[in-house]
Structures are given as structure tokens and as C-alpha cells.
């Protein structure tokens, strides 16, 4: 019975809790249609990886072998590992067995599993005339928006976006454009750009349309601009704010995808000027590199006034619920973190912040990876520990998607709203 009650609200809302770990199943899929009415987004879109055609599979279980025969060599010669593997190897083996636990409630789950190798079906598949929207339009390479930001054009480009009702009047980030036509014309870049209604709006780009969804907003920009997101006063800043950094690794595959930016750039974001009176969660996505790790923990937070209050874990699975690497593989990991922090507003609340729950250390969201650096929408399983007064104001910073209530900053925020990654129901 307790299944059956779990498995229903994981159909309704996307989280499964299990039970007896510290652990969820999330489907990025239904958490993120929360943020919809009129639109859904695509599963078979954004599940392009871990879900293959049997054709495509048998293409990939070649190539797999041959790889993982590789790395059985490689792992059969006696590694040695520098200290600072080894500081990362001990790393590792103090949360193997909080992660396999992890694991093995998603492989006793088998309700779930049941449903989870079939969560690529359209939602809409029963329906033949089911839209998957702007697909007629779309070639499946999306507009990039980094090399349109780069051309002498870049302050010309616009947006039109079409909204069903009218624009909310109040301000929701101090320099919001607020104009009462139903098509409003802005610019793409260095602009607020948002619908503060409680309805999807399509907007168009060029000749592509994308979907924005209620209550949101992007500003389109690179580094150099971002303190145009600082609220003019603290009182409009936000107290939920993720992070995911273009961090620098050696991988030529993610170098191809998007640019990254060395460490230093980091520290000088306008952490301290983003942030509520009353304080901020900040959660903040690292990759396993020991490195990086220390240089978050002794420069970057101290740097940017948090202090840290947990390590939630993201561990990857495939439609069949397994690990998408072995756990033990030493540079290829099935799992990241995310470090979660709290930075003190000038005028904290004792009264809200008694409200807060606390964090629980090492929790662990399993779900199955989308595109590539694509990372799970972890907000609403923060909002209970946020410090400041209701509603949340949220911010991403380095986003490629928007959700509802959430400002969305980076140079290509509306990479995942492009119509290709959405049905119309
Ligand atoms: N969290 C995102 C997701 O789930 O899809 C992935 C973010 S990805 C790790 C980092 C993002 O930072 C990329 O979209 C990249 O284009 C952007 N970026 C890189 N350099 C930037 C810069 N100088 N200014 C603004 N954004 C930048």
C-alpha cells in the first residue's frame, strides 16, 4: 500500500521518497510541467541519452564494450594515485555506501522501475494528435544564442513575446518592463525579459519560438554584465539562489558543448549584492575534481560569505536503474555534488529563520541525466530551507532553462525553452 501511495505521488508530482534512505527519485520531466499549463515538455526530447532504440542500443553496446574493455585494462594495471587522488579516493569511500543504499532502494523499488524504463513515452502518446510542438520548425540543433551575443548585431536582436493575459503592474525585479500590450517587443540581450502572467507565453526569436513559462523572467547576458540582476535594494533580493559554473575541465567533448571560464571569475560574482535582507540558501553545482573541491571549500565560499551546511549527491541511472558508470570508476563517476550554504542578510529574522528546517547532510537525488551537463531542477526540494519570507525569490545563475518563479541569468537561458523541447496539450 505504502508503494502504491509513493508510486501515485511520484506520478503526480515527480519525487519518489523512498522510505528507508535519504534518498528521492526524481523525473526532471513532471518536475519541471509543474512549471506549464498549456505546454508539457517533451519527454522523448529530453531524455535524448540512457534511453536508446534498440537499433541505436546495439551501436552502443559495441561501442560500449570496446570501452569498458578499455577501462578493464586500464583499472587491471595497478593504479597509483598521486596525493591528491588519493585525498579524492578517500572522498569517494566515505560516500560509496551512502550512494549504493541509495541504489539499491531504487532496485528494490519495483513499482517504480516499472514505470521508470517507460518514462520517455509521450504523456500525450494515447492522443494521435498530441503536438509536439514547433518539431515542424525545429532541425533539432538549437539557435546559439553565445554566437548570436558575439556578433556587432547582437544589440539589434529582439523578442517578441505573446502573452494571453496582461502583464502583471508590480515591479518583480526592480527595472522589469511592464507594458500592458499582449505582443511586446525587447531586446534579446543585456534586457529583463519576462511574463509575469499566470499563463505560459510563447515568445520568437528570429524565426524560432520558444516557450516561457509563468511568473519568470531571463536577462541574456555574458559575465561582464551580470550586475545588472543585482536588485537595487536588498529588500527584492533573493533567498534561493543555484549555480552551476561553466568549471574548467579537461574534457574536449565539454569544451565543444559550451565555454568554461577559470576559477578566479568566479569568486568575483556579486554573490553578497544578490542576496535577501534576510538571508539566502545558495546551492551550488561542483564536479568530483579534488581541486575544485578545496578551492570551493577554503576560497570561493569564504569569498562569497557562505558557510556551508551540506553535500547533497545527484547519481545517475539509466531507464533499466542502473548506475550509469561503475561506481568505482575513478575519472567517469556516476554521480555529482551539490554543495548547499547559507549567506547572511543584513537584516536576518530570527523569527523566520526558527521557521527553517534544517538541512539534512548527504541526500541523494537519483535521476536519469538529460542532455549533457543538463542538471535535475533541485528547487522546490530546497524551498523548506530557505531562510527568508514567502514567496521564495529565486535566481539561477548560469542557467539554459527558466521555470516558473525563478529569474533565470546566463548567456543562454533559453537554450532548453526552444518549442522543440515541448508538446502543446
Ligand atoms: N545548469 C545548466 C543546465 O542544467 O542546463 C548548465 C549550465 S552549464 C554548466 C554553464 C553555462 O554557463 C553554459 O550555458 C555556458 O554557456 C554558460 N557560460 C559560460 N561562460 C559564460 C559567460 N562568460 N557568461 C555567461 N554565461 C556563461
Redo the contacts with the bound molecule.
Keep these: 500500500i505504502i508503494a502504491t501511495d509513493q508510486l501515485s505521488k511520484f506520478l503526480e508530482s515527480g519525487i519518489y521518497r523512498f522510505e528507508s534512505s535519504n534518498a528521492v527519485f526524481m523525473d526532471p520531466v513532471r518536475v519541471l510541467n509543474r512549471s506549464y499549463t498549456s505546454f508539457r515538455v517533451s519527454p522523448s526530447t529530453y531524455y535524448s541519452r540512457f534511453f536508446e532504440s534498440k537499433h541505436a542500443d546495439q551501436a552502443r553496446t559495441a561501442s560500449s564494450d570496446k570501452i569498458s574493455r578499455k577501462r578493464k585494462r586500464k583499472q587491471r594495471r595497478p593504479q597509483i594515485l598521486n596525493e591528491r587522488e588519493q585525498v579524492a579516493d578517500q572522498r569517494h569511500q566515505l560516500v560509496r555506501s551512502l550512494l549504493m543504499e541509495a541504489h539499491e532502494s531504487l532496485l528494490g523499488a519495483d513499482d517504480l522501475l516499472a514505470v521508470v524504463r517507460n518514462l520517455r513515452e509521450n504523456f500525450c502518446s494515447s492522443d494521435s494528435k498530441a503536438k509536439e510542438c514547433g518539431k515542424d520548425l525545429w532541425t533539432g540543433v538549437e539557435q546559439s544564442f ?1 554566437e548570436l551575443g558575439r556578433v556587432w548585431q547582437a544589440p539589434l536582436f529582439e523578442i517578441t513575446v505573446s502573452s494571453k493575459q496582461r502583464n502583471r503592474p508590480d515591479s518583480f525585479a526592480g527595472n522589469m518592463i511592464n507594458q500592458c500590450n499582449e505582443d511586446r517587443v525587447l531586446p534579446l540581450f543585456n534586457c529583463l525579459v519576462g511574463n509575469m502572467t499566470s499563463d505560459d507565453a510563447e515568445a520568437k526569436v528570429l524565426d524560432r519560438r520558444y516557450i516561457i513559462p509563468r511568473e519568470s523572467s531571463f536577462y541574456m ?4 554584465q ?1 550586475h545588472n540582476v543585482i536588485p537595487a535594494d536588498s529588500d527584492c533580493g533573493y533567498s534561493l539562489i543555484i549555480i ?4 574548467e575541465n579537461g574534457s574536449a567533448y565539454q569544451k565543444s558543448m ?4 577559470p576559477n578566479r ?1 568566479f569568486l568575483s560574482l556579486p554573490i553578497k549584492q544578490l542576496i535577501h535582507t534576510e538571508g539566502a540558501l545558495l546551492a551550488l ?1 561542483v564536479t568530483n575534481r579534488e581541486k575544485l573541491l578545496n578551492f570551493v571549500e577554503n576560497e570561493l565560499f569564504p569569498a562569497w560569505g557562505v558557510r556551508f551546511a551540506a553535500t547533497f549527491y545527484w547519481l545517475k541511472v539509466q531507464a533499466d536503474g542502473s548506475l550509469i558508470s561503475d561506481i568505482d570508476l575513478f575519472h567517469h563517476r556516476p554521480y555529482e555534488r551539490l554543495l548547499l550554504g547559507y549567506c547572511d542578510g543584513v537584516g536576518m529574522n530570527s523569527e523566520h529563520l526558527s521557521k527553517v528546517i534544517p538541512i539534512k547532510d548527504n541526500q541523494v537525488i537519483i535521476s536519469i541525466p538529460g ?1 549533457y ?3 535535475p531542477p533541485i528547487g522546490d526540494l530546497l524551498m523548506e530551507h530557505v531562510p527568508a519570507l514567502k514567496p521564495t525569490r529565486c535566481i ?1 545563475l ?4 527558466m521555470m516558473a518563479g525563478w529569474v533565470s541569468w ?3 537561458p533559453l ?2 525553452q526552444e518549442s522543440g523541447y515541448f508538446q502543446q496539450i
Design positions: 553565445v547576458s555574458d559575465l561582464g551580470i552551476d559554473p561553466p568549471w559550451y565555454q568554461t571560464l571569475y553545482w542532455d551537463s543538463r542538471k539561477e548560469f542557467a539554459r532553462e546566463g548567456n543562454e537554450y532548453f
